[in-house]
């Protein structure tokens, strides 16, 4: 990928090193670009405030100094927790987002791995963060950590299903699970002979769009969802016993985990780091300009800002679900709604 | 005509907050940078004006908390007139309000007889160590300055005596 | 569809059922059972140090018992060696956030021992102060709702409109939060000029802000699946435990002090309307005080019209003995039914003051109310029941 690019030749473990770093960057630039810009800034205009602007600017660096401030704590494992599960359960969290950002396609030849069952890849390794929540609710030996532990477990599993069938949808559409495929044929597509605006299944797959963003809202423990963390009754559900930089590790995963989710969302439905090819006269893959791949990422960002902003524009205005009618919820509405979008898209397909 | 749903109508009034905050700007006040004026009447601070204490005690007595810490001694004073007699006076030796423990009531200024104590509505005055806040007589008169004019009554009130 | 609405009445059922079965498994079998949870007293959701000690069978309360008195400052002993000036700047802090409130029925109290009434002018101010402190404690109330449920937003929005009514209250009595402007015989001293015309202004703002938690909060289908149907009390019930305030009107007793007693305020003098509601639920009691908000600056509205000149003090000599004897007064609080008890044996300052404060029976209910709920229910029914707990503790 890098080769091909670059007019240099790179050793192997020169590429693995630029993958790791750029790696690290697209999953943490954007959770830091998200922290800011959602979590301090527009949750602060949307309650007639300014947010944090000591720091930096605007208070740009306001992050800077969250991070230097968490990492400066002391670190406290409570007496009775089960002290190796109790450290190592937020980085089990955080790993989850980086294995789901390598199956991300950033540009035409910028992606860290091509998997042909990128899709499929994506969804199993999300399920890893249930382990790690599970996990930090259970070795905190606390009771409040341990009631927000067994209602992540229940609720995170209960909303795996409509994610993986909303974007089945997605699949029976496109014909491949590789997820650069996806995007060309979202770009290179046209609807009804008007080749425009390409093909972004937001459009088509609507239903499914809504019922994947409701699922991801739901693995991300935001509210409406966010029973889990219930501030108002658990205090911090599985997160209350953490402080100092373990407490980082799972700020900044909840963040990065939304802001990867997005990205996925955005390649599934919106059409991923491409312009409709119509507008240059692209007509397959290898026909796109190199330039798309520092372009790309731009856009990609862009339409990830899109969904992160709907995520937490909601995540403002709900006040959270109870437990039993989150999983009626997701048992019996969500599932059964996805299950007859796929059938009407599998009919659709062959008819259309 | 369908009923819009709760759920969108919410998301419409978080919305429209954010951009009236943007356009229009934030309704908290930036301080240190900006500072907004307490109305007149805001209790900040008790000044002295020393020249009108007889130390007669009446505020150090209905304190509910007991913070106003009084001493004086007795002087002479000259006469008012020439052949009369010689006056005793009291001379403030100590004015002390302890206002870690001051719950800013209001009833010594209310119960002083001879006008001395007023309401200023300074509040910037706060000391990190909390013995630093038992103010003496010097501070509490500087504050005199910062006391205003009492303001003007309500339409219908009854118009003072004095 | 069942997101939306359970069916009214068989929750209350099913709670009885549910806590007798609880009842009789704790019973036969050991300690072991279930999980005893402290809630508080440090805790985000309580409004204070209030600890509900519940036992738990997975996410479903067995048993619980509030246990307050964390904050009890004595107030009852602290009046028996104070003066009644002193009496009143301490009496605003036992429902901090409707101040006014606290200090009328201890006044009404002294000046009916004294014989005094206040000038028609003060009686008019004193309620237009008291129905201002209605709206500042209800509109915090309305926020906090949101914020227990788990919508942060709402309480941003009561914060800053509530601002207004708190700088009205400073521009008048100099105090924010503790106006201390009640005196026996009538007021401290006038209201400032220009106060009629800013009342006027910000009572329209808080309308406006009724109108927008009413979209966002009580509109929201989330909500209202969480409030409706939890917590269900009814009539005869609340009138036992002697609820009082919003609580009683929600299950549907037409109770209002303000309405229904003759006392030296301005009550009697406007047009003001007493919601109740048949359900008795935590939506019933949470529609309730937003009704009685937009209420209360209809009610502002019409004083301020008429607000008669004259002096704010009667007659009263400097130094104040109140005559021997005993008096009864409550009134309407923000939190339900006020009352003070005052004997009197001739002194500068009360003999034995009791304070009956609202919110400890309100609170007495929750044993009854929270058997066989589920774990997010308590906060639902604590946030509804609303109380203070400087109210409860005194």
Sequence with gaps: MIQSTLAVVVPYWGQSLLRVLGGLVAVLLPAGTIVYLFLFKMMSFMQSRLGPMEAGPYGSLQLVAEVGKWMQKEDIVPQRADKFIFKIAPVVVLVSTFLLVVVVPFGPDAYFTDFETGVFYALAVSSISVLGILMAGWASANKYSLLGGLRAAGQLIAYELPMVLAVMGVVIQAGTMNMQRIVVAQNAGSMFGFDGLGNPYVLTQLVGFAVFMISIQAELTQAPFDMPIAESELVSGYMTEYSGFRFLIFFIGEFATAGVFAMIASVLFLGGWGVPFAWFGWTSINDVADWMNLVGPLILLSKMMLVVFIIMWVRFSYPRFREDQLQRFAWKILIPVSLANIMVTAVLKVAL | ?162 | MTLTTDRLGDRQKLSYIAGQAADARVNLELETEGMTLNIGPQHPATHGTLRIIARLDGEQVVWAEPSCGYMHRGYEKLTEVRTYPQVTTLVNRIDWLGSFANEVPFILAAEKLMGVEAPPRAQWIRTILFELSRIANVSLFLGDLGVQLGAITPVFLAFRDREYVLNLIESATGGRFHPNFDRIGGLKEDLPAGFIDETKAVMKKLRNFCDEIETLLFGNEIFQSRTRGIGIIPRGVALQYGLSGANLRASGVDWDLRRDQDIAMAWNKVNFKVWTHPDGDSFARCWIRLQETREATLIVDQLLDGIPSGPVMAKVPKIIKVPEGEAWVSTENPLGEMGYYVVSRGDLGPFRVKIRSASFNNISITPWLLRGVYVPDIITILASLYFILGDIDR
């Design chain 2, 1 to 162: 005509m369908a009923k819009i749903p709760g759920l969108v109508k919410g998301l419409g009034v978080t919305f429209g907050t954010m951009m009236r905050t943007i356009t229009k700007g934030a309704n908290t006040v930036q301080y240190p940078h900006e500072k907004e004026i307490p109305p007149i009447r805001s209790r900040g601070v008790i000044a002295l004006h020393q020249d009108n204490c007889t130390s007669c005690m009446l505020c150090s007595r209905s304190c509910p908390d007991w913070c106003i810490y009084i001493e004086a001694h007795k002087d002479l004073a000259p006469p008012r007139r020439e052949g009369g007699k010689v006056r005793t006076v009291n001379k403030l030796d100590r004015f002390d309000i302890d206002y870690a423990l001051c719950m800013y009531c209001g009833i010594c200024v209310e119960v002083c007889p001879f006008d001395a104590l007023f309401w200023s509505p300074e509040y910037e005055y706060s000391e990190p160590n909390i013995a630093d806040l038992l103010h003496d007589k010097s501070k509490l008169s500087e504050w005199m300055e910062t006391v205003p004019e009492a303001p003007a009554l309500e339409v219908g009130a009854d118009k003072k005596k004095k």
